[in-house]
């Protein structure tokens, strides 16, 4: 069964006041960028995802498999580069016309990358994705700019 993720990311034109919505802490490495194969700590969910190369820069097939927090620990060591620390806000972004909730998810890093803060909104289909119209606190589209991918930030000289 093939797992499709579509999401456009965009720069922050006004910041939201973000102490009103829920967050989650993340903190994740690479263990390969091309494809791509993380390791995620969720709060206390602990993930290992597979993405592919994507052909629009807005989709792509991505597996998220369950692991354990020994195997997490385990693995992030493993991780090249740099381990990426950020907090995740969940803010109600509007409605795909299909009547399907949006949410932006409104990533703040820590340091070293601090004071990046990107928006990442995902959609059900590149229909929707194409029809989204952002919210006025939204800035550019920078779904294309690979300088803005977290698989990039992983491998950047600090």
């Known amino acids: ?9 965009f720069l922050i034109k006004q910041m939201p006041e973000l102490d009103r919505f829920p967050y989650k802490e993340l903190e994740q490495g690479y263990l390969c960028t091309e494809p791509t194969v993380r390791v995620r700590k969720e709060d206390d969910e602990y993930y290992l995802t597979y993405k592919s190369k994507s052909k629009d820069n807005i989709s792509r097939e991505e597996y998220n498999l369950p692991l ?5 620990e385990k693995l992030v060591k493993k991780a090249d580069g740099n381990i990426i620390t950020k907090k995740r806000y969940l803010v109600p972004a509007g409605k795909e016309k299909n009547g399907r909730d949006l949410t932006a998810e409104i990533d703040v890093f820590a340091p070293p990358f601090e004071p990046l803060v990107l928006c990442e909104v ?8 194409n029809a989204f119209e952002k919210p006025d606190w939204l800035g550019e589209d920078v779904s294309s700019d690979r300088r803005y991918y977290n698989s990039y930030l992983s491998s950047v000289k600090i």
């Not at 069964?1 to 990311?9: A, D, P, Y």
């Not at 354990?68 to 997490?72: I, V, W």
């Not at 995902?122 to 994705?129: G, P, R, T, V």
């Open 1 to 9: 069964m093939e797992n499709v993720e579509i999401e456009r990311k």
């Open 68 to 72: 354990t927090k020994q195997a997490y």
């Open 122 to 129: 995902e959609f059900s289909s590149l229909e929707e994705a």
